[in-house]
């Protein structure tokens, strides 16, 4: 496999039934259906579960700071447009450290593509409650249920202003890797909400049952969004597909514009 | 010949340094910084962003660069503060950057508008764990410019996050420099070893040499995690203790040409002002105004134009047979301990302090000799 560190980056510390080698596993499928040149292509993350992905690929890859993926993306990104930027995190790491970079980014509009793998908890430090648990849902820091609702990523996404919003599950891989395609084709900040099963932890607590188990409860409990015809159809379902697709100037392309500017009120005040 | 500020005049040297990234966020006194380099840097090219916060700043330019890119931002203390796990960020992930601290006083919100030197031992000791760090000290406006370009260098050449502390003082101050046409500019050597060679932090004596970035096929890892010597994270004893190692040397090793030092009458001189940044201004002129009252006397100065690394080794020469240290510093004391240590417990070292947003006036000084 290119796009994959053979050499002796394996075995990965990811826990058995873990759903986040199967989000890896389409974002890999997505760049050799894609043909990125590994070359010109940085994964980005933070910390956590799934910010420990970068370390398994083939690329140029960043592990940087807990809920820093985003800004530390748009650096790579600004300081070399040409390079296909890709940022992997988890709902932790991206939504409650890293909440105020996720909707900055969206709102600046910078083409990052960004993979919010969510497992409903913090799978590393051992299964606290993140913002995406819901409520009423056990976690460690949570024994009598969650007092606090979870956010819906998506709608995080689209009211920010990311131009490209999708969410499916571990359970439907090739809606996936078809999601992340798409996401990486898209100008501008695109969001793919990737939800998976944490069967160690999360599940545990939640008596959700095995891996499997867990799975086919994603497979039952979605819905396309091309299949929701009112809004009762949605209700406690998750709806998979692409949820939001607009156009709207990428950020390096209006900064080639301030450049222009820049250079012509420079002129101006030369004469 | 140009009336410059402080602000305006390091942005002139950052960008003859060849910075061509900033990332920022706005904050008193050091607002202007950014303003500049918002007028300056996309007509040259140049990438400006303006963050959501500090700790959005000193990430992008983190990543930018690793992509290539110098790099700065420009701060005061509460985003400082903000910043410091990035700054050690920087230097596990060994990336070149430099953060201007415009100080002001604190804690807190503090004294926004008025000047400090509060954050000497935030710019030593602000991030966790044992790392390197290297404190640049500018006294006036040329050595803005002077300084920030040499913080560019020093951290190319250490791979390394480089502070400037400016203050309120010179940052807002406005003098008339003449701006060299020329300015000694680091550049990052070319890489040329083959992709299948390379090794992202092999060189432990040269910390200068070639570095890849994002982008040039070389396809490294970087992480804040301690790694080994190819970046990937390790939990081997040993390979950790060579990382820190590798850490601690990038400064131990170039000690010689770190530890920037001005002395001024030292030999013989039974007494010594240590100074460093605006507050030196006062300080000469307090040694001189004291040494026309009392011709008996003999004063000398020492400042220190970094204060990270702190030149313990080279002050031990210098003070040698000096009875007695004064220390004006705008905060309660930070660097008179580290001048204690440097000399025998029989010297007298009297701080000078002020933290009220004033500056030390000479005649302040001149009580405490």
């Known amino acids: ?109 910078l083409k990052l593509t960004t993979i919010v793998v969510n497992n409903y908890n913090y799978g590393m430090t051992g299964g606290q409650f993140s913002p995406t648990t819901p409520q009423g849902a056990r976690a460690k820091t949570a024994p009598c249920g969650n007092a606090e609702r979870g956010f819906d990523v998506c709608e995080l996404a689209k009211g920010a202003g990311a131009v490209f919003v999708a969410r499916t599950t571990a ?29 160690t932890l999360y599940g545990r607590m939640n008596r959700l049952g095995s891996a499997v188990k867990m799975l086919e409860a994603m497979r039952d409990g979605s819905i396309p969004v091309t299949s929701v015809k009112k809004p009762e159809d949605a209700v406690g379902k998750i709806v998979t597909g692409v949820l939001w697709n607009v156009d709207a100037p990428e950020y390096t392309e209006v900064y080639q514009g301030t450049m222009a500017k820049a250079q012509a009120r420079q002129q101006e005040n030369q004469k | 010949m140009e009336l410059l500020s402080g602000n305006e005049a390091c942005v002139q040297g950052a960008l003859k340094a060849g910075v061509t990234f900033f990332a920022g966020y706005p904050i008193t006194p050091s607002t202007e910084i950014a303003e500049e380099m918002a007028e300056e840097l996309p007509r040259r090219g140049g990438l400006f962003v303006q963050m959501e916060d500090e700790i959005a700043s000193i990430c992008a330019m983190v990543g930018a660069s690793a992509s290539g890119a110098k790099s700065m931002t420009a701060t005061s203390g509460p985003g400082y503060s903000l910043m410091q796990e990035g700054i050690g960020y920087a230097c596990m992930a060994e990336v070149p950057c430099v953060i201007v601290n415009v100080m002001r006083g604190g804690p807190a919100t503090g004294l926004p508008t008025r000047s400090a030197q509060a954050d000497i031992m935030q710019a030593r000791w602000g991030t966790h764990g044992d790392h390197p760090a290297v404190a640049i000290v500018p006294k006036n406006v040329m050595e803005c410019f002077e300084m920030m370009a040499l913080a560019v260098n020093v951290s190319e050449r250490l791979r390394m996050p480089v502070s400037l502390l400016m203050d309120e003082i010179v940052a807002h101050m406005r003098e008339i420099v003449n701006l060299p046409e020329k300015a000694d500019v680091w550049q990052r050597p070319k890489l ?58 990038k400064i131990t090793l170039n000690r010689s040409w770190l530890y920037d030092v001005v002395a001024t009458d030292t030999k013989g001189a039974d007494t010594v002002i240590c100074s460093y940044g605006s507050i030196a201004r006062s300080a000469q002129e307090a040694r001189f105004a004291f040494m026309a009252q009392h011709p008996e006397r003999r004063v000398g100065h020492i400042r220190l134009r970094m204060v990270w690394p702190f030149p313990q080794f080279k002050l031990v020469e210098l003070l040698r047979g000096v009875r007695k240290l004064v220390v004006p510093e705008m905060n309660q004391g930070q660097l008179k301990h580290e001048f204690e240590r440097a000399v025998s417990p029989d010297v007298e070292v009297v701080g000078v302090n002020r933290v009220d947003g004033e500056m030390l006036t000479p005649e302040e000084i001149m009580e405490a000799l």
């Open chain 1, 1 to 109: 496999m290119d796009y994959l560190r053979l050499d002796d980056r394996f075995p990965h510390i990811l826990c058995p039934g873990c759903g986040i080698g199967t989000v890896m596993s389409a974002m890999i499928r997505a760049f050799i259906e894609l043909k990125i040149d590994p070359n010109k292509l940085c994964v980005v993350s933070g910390i956590g579960c799934s910010s420990r992905v970068p370390g398994y690929l083939d690329c140029d890859t960043f592990h940087t700071l807990h809920g820093r993926a985003i800004p530390s993306a748009s650096g790579v990104k600004l300081a070399k447009p040409e390079m296909e930027v890709v940022v992997m995190g988890g709902d932790g790491d991206m939504l409650a450290i890293g909440g105020n970079h996720f909707i900055h980014a969206a709102r600046r509009n």
């Open chain 2, 192 to 249: 040329t070893t083959p992709v299948d060679n390379y090794v992202h932090f092999a060189d432990d004596t040269n910390f200068d040499s070639a570095l890849a970035s994002f982008g040039e096929g070389y396809r490294i890892h970087l992480t804040g995690l301690t790694h080994r010597p190819d970046g990937f994270p390790t939990n081997d004893p040993k390979v950790i203790a060579w990382k820190m190692d590798r850490l601690a040397r």
């Open chain 1, 171 to 199: 359970y439907h891989v090739q809606q996936l890797k078809n999601l992340i395609k798409q996401a990486i084709q898209k100008k501008g900040f695109a969001v793919v909400e990737a939800i998976a099963q944490c069967p």
